[in-house]
């Protein structure tokens, strides 16, 4: 891109060639690093062309050179901010307050990463070198009103696009309703338009309404609904009984496992909990639960049955009696929390801690036993393996039950394709999954973890066992089309209660 600007500058021999060419880097080079980095990091392309860069350029015909590069940098930060919000159901302060996390990625997106600020810099130092003065007159009128006319025209054609699919003129700043949150990603056509920092307000003021409404709709402690919840109900763990004849329960939180629109893939991943084997120890339940926001918020609706979300990683010792593992623990539960990535992630390792977990085991721990590592979006310990330990360690003896939690890893998007599993379900069973190689790899991902908790459940174990199995959030595929494929607003569980004579009986509950 540099050396095309050098170019282009040779051949600009007049306040013609010099305007034109100032326009065209406003309107479109600028947005090359979003470009890139929306391609090599997986993002939601959520338009073509950034309005707010046009705006800058507006500006910089009357500014010094310094300050709009400036304004350029930082409008190109909300940028990506902005695009990373929105493909992985993160609320823009909280994307920010993580950017640390960025060095838990793999290497190769690591190097996008290194391209993508390349690329900034590149951009920023071109806008600081610009020769506006240049630009004389007539010419930067010229300039202005260009830049001004491709905003109207690139708004116009979203306008129209919008007009035409839903017969209502769209308005950028319309909030929508708290139940609606994740329903904005769902595009069924590319915008033409981006204008992040709008963007950034606007979502940020959206997931505060989340947040108020469910505390609005509870006194005290915010609860939403959770798969969790609904099974300690069924399984009776609060009733007035003794401890040692308590079941366990393992809470499986499955990373990216979403309501899928078609029947067929949706079935296909909780077939392995219809064989007839499974039945006839379990009664096996199914349904959904509703989600807002990202991998964190659901471990905080699941371990503490509120809308927190990464409110979470500083929960209070008042909001942390409520929480599940608190509660078991004070029944006289061993409760232990597994996630194959490493403990600083999302700061893990301090607030499981804060909620009531005992042990805490993370890829390091793993590691020290042996157990494999995975590639993926992020390189960590082996769903199937963490499955086999988890039967491992519940099939020894022991007088008190265990509260087992495990945060799932390998499907965490962008998945690589094909996936590296040794053996991958068969994609063919249903023609979505077999012509879209994305699907297919984290349809092979997730149904590897029903798979695996399969044979944990069957596994011999030395007490009666409850199972939660619950999606976090929808998969963040960064393809729109693939991201319509699943509910922007209820994630799939299944729980497995064992059946009368196997330990517990099945309930009714309420």
């Not at 056509?189 to 108020?212: A, T």
């Amino acid at each position: 891109m540099l050396l095309l600007y050098i170019r282009l500058m040779r051949l600009a021999s007049s306040n013609h060639a010099h305007w034109l060419l100032f326009v065209a880097f406003y309107a479109v080079f600028a947005n090359i690093p979003f470009w890139a980095a929306s391609h090599w990091l997986g993002l939601l392309p959520i338009g073509w062309f950034c309005l707010e860069y046009a705006v800058v350029g507006v500006l910089a015909l009357f500014v010094p050179r310094i300050l709009s590069a400036v304004l350029l940098l930082v409008i190109i930060m909300a940028d990506l901010t902005s695009a990373v919000s929105k493909t992985y159901y993160i609320s823009p302060t909280e994307c920010l307050a993580q950017v640390g996390s960025i060095w838990e990625l793999p290497g190769s997106r690591l190097l996008g990463v290194a391209i993508a600020a390349v690329l900034i810099l590149l951009v920023i130092s071109i806008a600081a070198l610009l020769p506006v003065a240049a630009i004389r007159g007539t010419y930067r009128v010229f300039a202005a009103a260009c830049l001004a006319t491709f905003v109207i025209l690139v708004l116009s054609a979203d306008g129209l696009a919008t007009i035409r699919e839903t017969g209502s003129i769209p308005n950028p700043f319309q909030m929508a309703r708290p139940a609606d949150a994740n329903r904005y990603s769902n595009f069924s056509n590319l915008w033409m338009s981006r204008y992040p920092m709008i963007r950034l307000v606007r979502d940020e003021r959206l997931f505060g309404e989340i947040r108020r409404s469910a505390g609005d709709s509870h006194e005290d402690d915010s609860f939403v609904s959770s798969a969790t919840a609904l099974a300690v109900r069924k399984a009776g763990f609060f009733a007035d009984k003794s401890i040692l004849k308590g079941p366990n329960l393992v809470l499986i939180l499955v990373e990216s496992w979403g309501l899928a629109q078609d029947m067929g893939v949706r079935d296909a991943l909780v077939q392995p909990y219809s064989r007839p084997e499974l039945l006839a120890r379990y009664e096996v339940l199914q349904g959904t639960v509703p989600f807002n926001g990202s991998t964190v918020a659901g471990e905080a609706r699941e371990l503490c049955g509120n809308n927190l979300g990464f409110d979470i990683l500083a929960i209070s010792d008042r909001e942390s009696h409520n929480c599940l593992p608190d509660r078991l623990v004070a029944l006289g539960y061993r409760s232990i929390a597994l996630h194959g990535m490493d403990g600083g992630m999302f700061n893990r390792s301090t607030w499981y801690k804060s909620i009531g977990f005992q042990g805490e085991w993370f890829r390091d721990e793993f590691r020290q036993q042996g157990l494999p590592d995975c590639m993926g979006a992020f390189v960590g310990t082996c769903d199937s393996a963490i499955a086999e330990w988890i039967g491992n360690r519940l099939e020894k003896q022991d007088a008190d039950p265990d509260f087992v939690y495990w945060m799932t890893l390998n499907s965490h998007l962008p998945v690589l394709i094909p996936s590296a599993l040794p053996a991958a379900a068969d994609c063919s069973r249903t023609s979505l999954l077999s012509e879209q190689p994305p699907l297919c790899s984290w349809y092979q991902l997730v149904s590897n973890v029903h798979d695996s908790v399969f044979r944990l459940a069957m596994a011999k174990l030395a007490r009666p066992t409850v199972f939660v199995i619950v999606g976090d959030h929808a998969p963040p595929f960064a393809n729109p089309a693939l991201r319509s494929q699943f509910s922007g607003t209820v994630v799939p569980y299944v729980l497995l209660l064992p059946r009368t004579g196997n330990g517990i009986a099945s309930q009714s509950g309420n």
